[in-house]
C-alpha cells in the first residue's frame, strides 16, 4: 500500500481563514491525507493567506521565501497559496515566487485536492480564483465566491467542542481602507437550513459553543419568497439545538444593530451578551473618509439600545484604525475620548495599511508617518488597556461560569504529565478570559470559577467547589 500523502498548514488572517482551513483539511483527510508538523515532513504544503494588512502579506512572502530551498531539494513537493492573498495577487504570486504550483482563492477552496492531483500528476501552475466584482453577472461573481461548508474536521479546531460557522460570505460595504470586498466578493447570507443543518452535525461532533461568522454578521439575511430569515431568527432555530451550549457571532455593523436582535440576545439564554462592533474612528470626519455609513452619534445610539436592552452584562469590543489617510492629531483624539465614552471590553488597534485596490489607495494619500501611526497605537492601547483593567475589578469576589477551553499558555508540562493540577483557560458567557489551576478532566466542561485576581486582559480565579454563606469556599 501507498503510504499516506502528507499535509502541512499554515494558516494567518481572521476566523474566515481558520474555518477555512479546517475545511481544507478535511477534504484531504477524505482522500487520505495526513497532517504533518513541518514542511520537511509534508508532500503537499499549503499557505492560507490574509491581505488586510500589508504586514499579513509579507509574512506570507517571507514563509514562501524559506520554502525555496526546500522545494528545489524536493521538486516532488506541491506547493499552494490559497485564501484572499492568492485572489488578490492571482499570477504576481507566480513571478514572486516561481516554485508555487497551485494559486487557489477562497471561493475556490472545494478545487484544492483535484488541483493538487493534476499538479502532481501534470506538472506546471494552476490557478483556481472567483471573479473580481465588475467581472460578469452578479449571480455569477457570487457563485464563484460561495464555499463548500459542510465539510468539518474536528480535529482541526483549537478545541473539539468550539466551531465555527459561516452564515454570511463576502461584504458589500466597502469602506474604503478595505480589501475584504475584492477578495471575498459580494455579501451572500447562506440559506438557513443548511447553517441548522450543520450546526447539528456540530452538536453531535460533541460540539458545545458555535461562533457564526460573517463580516457585517448582523446585516445577515436570506431571502426565500415572501419570507426574510434575518440572524434574529437565525438565533432562535440554533437555540433550540441540543447540545449547543453557547451561541456567539462576529463581526457586527454598528447601523445593523438592531432591537429585535438585541432583544433575541437578551432573550436566548444561550447566546452570549458579548458584541464585537468596530467603531474604526471617533471622529465624523475620518468615519466619512472611511465611507462607514454611521456617524460617532448614531454609534453612541446604538451603544444606548445596546445598554437599554441588556444592561450590565453586555460586553462590547471594537477595532480601531489609527493614522488612516490625513488624520490629525484632534481626529486622534476624538478616538480616545470615544474609548473613554464607550469602555469597551477590549479594543483591536490597527496602523493604517495602504491596500492596493482600494477607494482609499486611489483617492487618499497615505500621509501619516509610521512613527506617528505607532505612537497614536501605543497611545490608543494603553487608554483601552487602563480601562478593561478597571472593568475588570467589578469580577473580584464574584462567580463566573467558564468553558473551560484547556491547559493555559503558561501550564507545567511536567504537572500535566503526572496527572497533578495544571493551568487551564476557558472563557466566560461574555468572551473574558479566566485562567484557574485544576484537572485536565475539566476541558469541555462548564464550571463556576470564583475570582480573586484581575488583569486587563485576563480574570484569575478558582474552582468553586462549594458555596458557603461567608462567600467563596475555593480548592484549586
Ligand atoms: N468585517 C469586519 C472586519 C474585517 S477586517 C468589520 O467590518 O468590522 C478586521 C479589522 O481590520 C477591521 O475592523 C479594521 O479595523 C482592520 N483593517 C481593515 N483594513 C485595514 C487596513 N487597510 N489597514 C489597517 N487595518 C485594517
Ligand atoms: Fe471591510 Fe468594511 Fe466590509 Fe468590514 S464592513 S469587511 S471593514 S469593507
Ligand atoms: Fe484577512 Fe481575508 Fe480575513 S483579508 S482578515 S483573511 S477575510
Redesign the pocket.
Known sequence: MKPPHRLYIETVG?QMNMLDSEMVVASLRQRGYELAGSPEQADTILFNTCS???QAENKTYSALGRLKQEKRLHPEKIVGVMGCMAQKDQRLIFQKAPFVDLVVGPGQLQQIPDLIEKARTEGGQHTALSLGRRDGAVKDIKRSHETFDPLRDPTMRPTPFQAFLRIQIG?D?F?T????PMTRGPEQGRPPSQVVGEAKILAEQGCKEITLL????NSYQYRDGQQTTRLADLLAQLHEIDGIERIKF????PKDMTYDLLQAVRDLSKVSPYL???L?SGSDQVLKRMKRGYTVDDYRQMMARIDETLGEQAAISS???VG?CGETEEEFQASVELVKECRFKNS????????PG?R?SDNLPDDIPFEVKKRRNNELLAVQNQISEEDNQAFLGRQVEVLVEGPSKKADPAAESNGGPIQLTGRTHCDRIVVFDGNERLVGQTIPIGIYDVTAHTLLGAVVTHESSGGLVSLA
Open positions: 481572521c488586510v494588512r500589508e461584504c460595504k469602506c481602507y478595505c480589501i475584504v460573517g463580516q457585517t454578521v462576529v463581526t457586527n455593523y464585537h462592533v468596530p474604526q477595532d480601531f484604525i488612516f483591536f488597534i490597527f496602523k493604517y495599511s495602504e491596500r482600494t482609499a
